[in-house]
């Protein structure tokens, strides 16, 4: 429906920021890349766990495993 997908719109949208907020956008582009794969929902992400979620973003300078 509309309103779910201007909802997955949202969320894609946030974490978008947050993931380009103290990064380059190439090292979001691959993260976002990654994330696609599994799908890019809200409903998708709440299924992962963290350490999926830490993979998924590891190339993202304020994630713990970037360095």
């Known amino acids: 429906t509309k309103k779910k997908d201007f909802q997955n719109y949202k969320f894609q949208v946030l974490i978008f920021l947050i993931l380009s907020q ?39 300078s304020f994630n713990k495993n970037s360095r």
């Open 22 to 60: 103290r990064t380059n956008d190439s090292a979001v582009y691959e993260a976002i890349k990654k994330i696609n794969v599994i799908g890019f929902s809200c409903q998708e992400m709440s299924n992962l766990s963290e350490k999926q979620i830490q993979e998924l973003v590891c190339g993202v």
